[in-house]
Each structure stands twice: as C-alpha cells, then as structure tokens.
C-alpha cells in the first residue's frame, strides 16, 4: 500500500535532503516553492524576481537552465543575490542538456532533470526496442548519469528526479505506454543508480496535468519505493493548470489527494500567472494538513476493494438524478438560508439575499433546503429536505449492519455523509469502503460545510477534500455548504472541482504552462484571450504553451496546442500534429478559432 495507513493520518517517513540552508523531507515542514519566468541569463531581473518569490513565502526558487549559458547565469544570480544579502537556495531546471546539468550542478543547490529528456540522443526515433537495445540504453544512461552524481557529490548539490507524463523517453513509452507505471519505471531506473551510488540526496516527482494519472502515479511511485527500501522525498504538484480559479482547484484536487495521505515533501503550485501568485495557494494547501495528526480514531478498514492506483467509479442504483449511469451531480445547500421564494423568475426560480441564480449550464442539480419553501414549480431542479423521506443525512457514527439492511431494502434512498472529523477525508473514505463491504449501492452525496471568510481558501479546501474523494470514484454527488461567504455561488465551485477530478466536464479543459525563460509572448494574456473564446467547448482540451522545446511533448493529450514557436511567431497542433507553422502571433487565435471550425469541433 502507498501508505501505512488508510485510516490514521501520519506523513510518509522520508529522507532528509539538504538544499542549501532549507533542508526537505523527514520532519521538516512540507516546502514551497516556485520557479521564476523571466530569462535566466538577465542577472538583474532573475534576482529580482527571486526575491519578489521568498518574499511572499516560498523556501526555494528554481529557473530553467536550458543550456550552458543559463548554467553559467545561475552563478551570477547566486553572486548577485549574496550581493543583496539574499542567500536563497537556488534549483536548476535542466532539460536535455546534459552539460547544462553538470555546471549548474556546480553552482546551485539543486538541479532538476528529466529522466524522458535525460538520454542518448542517437536511439531517438528508434521506434521498438528490443531486450538488447533497451539494456544498452539503460548502461548508457547510467554511464552519463553517475558523471552527474559524482559531481553532486562532491557540490553537496541535490538532485530532482522529475518525471513528467508528457515527456516520457521513446524507451519507456515503447514499454509501458504514456501510464503511470511507465511513469513510475522512468523514475526508478534513475533511483535504482542513485541508491547503487549511495547518493541519498535526491527528491522525485510525476507530475502530469491530468489530476488522476498524477495521482495514481505518485501513489504507484511510493508502493514501489517502498518494496525496494527507498525513501527519497516527494516534490508534489499538478503542472500546466492554467490560471485563476480554475487552476486553484486543479491544484488543490491532485496536491491535496495526495497530502491527505501524508504524501509530499515539496510542492510547487503552477499558475499561468506571476510566480509570487504561487506562493499563497501552496500555503492554504500545506495548511489544510496541518492539524491532523491528533485526529479523531477511525476505526479500521477492510480495503479489498480500494483501487487507489487505476480510477473505479463505485457503481450505485439510480435514484431520480443521483447514481447509477447519472452524471455526478452537484447540490447546493441553502438549508442554513431563509429563501424567498420567486414564481416570476424566469430559469431557476429563486432569489436569495438579493442574488438571483440563473438557470444556466452551471445551475446545480439539486438544491438542499432546510424547509419545503421551494416546491416541483422550480423546474429542472431536485429538491431535497429535510422532509423528503429518501434522503438520509449520516456520518460515519450512524453506519451499522441495521442501516445497511434498510438501505439494502429502500434502494430509492439517498445518502448525504457528512464528517466533522479533522481527518475527514479518511472518514469519508471509510465510510465508502463500509458501504463496498456490506454491498450497499444507494447513491451518494458527499457534504462539506467550512465557514471560511476568504473565497481562494475556500475554494481550496473543498477542492483538497472532494478532489481526493472523486479521484478514488466515491460520490454521486457533491455538497458544499459556506454560510460565511453568501454572496459567491459554491455551485460554481463544485462543477470546477468535478471537472479537475475529470468526472464531469462543463466546460473546455485548459493546459497551460506557467511560462519560464523560453516563453517569448505573453501567455497570460494570450490564454484569457483563448478562454474568452473557446471556453463553451465543453468538449475540448486546449493546450497553451509557451516553447516548442518541451511544450510540444507537455502539453498531453490536449485536442488543440497553441505552441509559442519563436519571437513573434506560434505554431497550432491538432491532437500533436503540427498544422499551422510559425503563424503571425497578432492573428493566431484567430487562426486557433479558425482550425477548430475546419475541424468541425466548433458549437455556438
Ligand atoms: S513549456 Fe512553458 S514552462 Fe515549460 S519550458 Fe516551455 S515555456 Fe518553459
């Protein structure tokens, strides 16, 4: 199991890594950190920029250091920062230069590789490996990858192992496919080296844009680690989320299924946006885990039918809109509210405190009232309260053989589980495993009250519980209550945290990098214009990346990229097929638009 317990909160015990005056893992506090997108070669506005970034809190800041001029550079930014009584522990971000690698390896205190860019490059294109060639590509590796560590060694440099689904080697890919095994393999030949070498000095990440692989792939990393005596730290985080709150979520949903299980040593939070903006998101995160160790007991749980490494959504019998073959529903709850009712209103039907809900895409699917106020004339939406007999509100204290029995009996019957444990996503969990058990199929909706004044932190708190819930396949609907912030829709919260889940799409899925030192246009600016314009395709995944250098290959399984491709220039792919090269940025969402069309992916 990926970690030793289900039911009792505690951290994965882990390496200490030293980076520079901050060291990581063991009992240390989870580390936040960011990466800096100006070009790491203007010593002036680098250092600026890293000091803007620990200055809202971050304990490291890393820069892409593509070639041996960046390598060098990253010298002068240290020199620079020392200058300015900074002494911030710098990471290189090294991509397919090996060189790179080795001089950066000399001047920061940590370097990143990529074990899919970390090859030979002779055998690329080779396009089936047999037994021979995938060995001697393996001996290469390690040949050209002890010269790094021995000069980590002697720098007292540490190393990430950063592994990225949309880059995995041709090897791997020929092997185990783009999976979270492959993955999990990719990292592991270069863990196995470290461990021969006795070089304990390495942290290692999955990361994907795809909550789920992500998850599935850290959790599988850590089983295997574990089965071979490893205990290299974990940097954690969802790459390419784009930006907003949007990004917030999607953050949150696969960083926190992952902390709620004690997994994680480091996070970065990518944000198409400034990197300081980082910072604060990755605190309400790492302090939403915070108090749990002293949570209350759980009681254990037979977990034979836990799928935590592939997604298994829990079948259910329908009942109305909720189970069975039914899209995962979202519920408002308004019970804590004292509606007035309005039969005028076109759509929905009800006004609240003076803000009108609007029947639209994002309406919710039920609405949860304390009273019967609102009735069968508000058309389209379930009703549920506390007077309606199918609906039982229950927290884990409620779950016996009898109510087992009885729901077997009463299939109509829906479940609204609650928790007021701090471990909440555990108790949920287990009352999910309670239910597989004993065969119970009633649907059921997951309900969350927080009484947050701050909309970020909320957002990212319901996002770190529901998310972790929906990626194991648990809930056929969800419920988030806030009283304190009345004037936000939590609706809207919900249907984002379904689709960051990847349960329920309701609108296009954005991937966008957070930009670095290769980007030559301006992203964030270019990404609101694509979503101003495409975000209604429901249907469609757009990638939004800012170098042809390793977007291409990052940016997944998007249908569409929009590719930064040189000064002024973009390139736009269809499923990864290069279509449109280096068209005029002033026009090129025009031409991104215009290809969708051609494609017949385009509704109004
Ligand atoms: S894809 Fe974006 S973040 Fe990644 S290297 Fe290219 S520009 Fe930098």
């Known amino acids: 199991m990926f970690c030793k317990s289900l039911t009792k909160y505690a951290r994965r015990a882990t390496n200490v890594v030293n980076i520079g005056n901050i060291p990581l893992g063991g009992d240390n506090p989870i580390r936040i950190q960011s990466m800096i997108n100006v070009a790491t070669t203007d010593i002036d506005a680098a250092a600026a920029q890293c000091k803007k970034i620990v200055n809202a809190g971050a304990d490291y800041v890393r820069a892409t250091t593509q070639g041996v001029s960046e390598a060098n550079a990253m010298k002068l930014i240290k020199l620079k920062l020392e200058e300015q009584n900074a002494n911030i522990p710098l990471i290189a971000d090294v991509h397919f230069n090996r060189d790179a690698a080795k001089i950066a390896a000399q001047n920061v205190e940590k370097v990143r590789i990529n074990p899919g860019n970390f090859i030979n490059k002779q055998t690329v294109g080779n396009k089936i490996f047999n037994t021979d060639e995938y060995n001697a590509e393996l001996q290469y590796l390690r040949s050209e990858f002890v010269l790094l560590i021995d000069i980590c060694k002697q720098h ?325 209550q806030n009283p304190e912030t009345a004037d936000t829709n939590p609706v809207q919260i919900c249907f984002s945290i379904l689709q960051a889940a990847r349960v329920r799409f309701s609108s296009a899925e954005f991937i966008a990098c957070p930009s670095c030192g290769r980007t030559l246009f301006d992203i964030q600016t270019t990404l609101s214009e694509i979503k101003n314009q495409t975000s209604h395709l429901k249907h469609l995944k757009i990638a939004v990346m800012g170098c042809i250098v390793n977007g291409t290959g990052e940016m997944a399984d998007a249908d569409y990229g929009y590719v930064g491709a040189g000064a002024g220039k973009i390139s736009l792919y269809k499923n990864k097929i290069l279509v449109k090269r280096n068209v005029l940025q002033h026009n090129a969402v025009n031409e991104l638009v215009a290809l969708i069309k051609e494609n017949g992916d385009w509704v109004d």
């Open 156 to 480: 007292k440099t540490a190393l990430r192992i950063g592994v990225n689904h949309g880059s995995l080697s041709e090897r791997i890919m020929n092997r185990y496919g783009d999976t979270p095994e492959g993955m999990v393999e990719s990292a592991m030949e270069f863990l196995r080296i470290c461990k021969d070498e006795n070089f304990n000095d390495v942290v290692v990440s999955m990361k994907s844009s795809n909550t789920r692989v992500m998850v599935y792939a850290y959790r599988l990393l850590v089983e295997k680690m574990t089965g071979e005596k490893m205990n290299f730290p974990l940097h954690i985080g969802v790459t390419e989320t784009g930006d907003g709150f949007d990004a917030r979520i999607k953050s949150a949903v696969g960083a926190g299924a992952l902390l709620a299980d004690g997994l994680g040593d480091t996070i970065r939070v990518s944000l198409t946006e400034a990197p300081e903006n980082e910072i604060p998101v990755a605190k309400i995160i790492v302090n939403h885990f915070k108090e749990r160790t002293n949570h209350k007991v759980i009681p254990d749980i037979d977990a034979k039918k836990y799928c935590p490494y592939t997604y298994n959504q829990r079948k259910t019998k329908a009942s109305g809109i909720f189970g069975g073959k039914n899209q995962i529903a979202t519920v408002a709850d308004l019970s804590h509210i004292n509606p007035v009712y309005d039969k005028d209103f076109e759509g929905l039907g009800f006004i609240k405190q003076g803000r009108i809900w609007k029947k639209t895409s994002k309406s919710p699917d039920a609405v949860y009232t304390g009273s019967s106020l609102f009735d069968s004339e508000t058309e389209g939406i379930t009703i549920l309260s506390d007077e309606n007999e199918n609906l039982v509100r229950c927290n884990i204290s409620c779950f016996n053989s009898d109510l087992f029995g009885w729901l077997k009996k009463n299939p109509q019957n829906i479940l609204m589980l609650e928790s007021d444990n701090t471990n909440a996503v555990a108790e949920l969990r287990a009352c999910f495993l309670m239910l597989e058990n004993a065969n119970v199929k009633n649907p059921v909706i997951i309900h969350r009250r927080y009484d947050d004044t701050d909309i970020e932190s909320l957002q990212i708190k319901a996002a770190c519980d529901f998310g972790a819930l929906l990626i194991d396949g648990f809930g056929d609907a969800i419920c988030l």
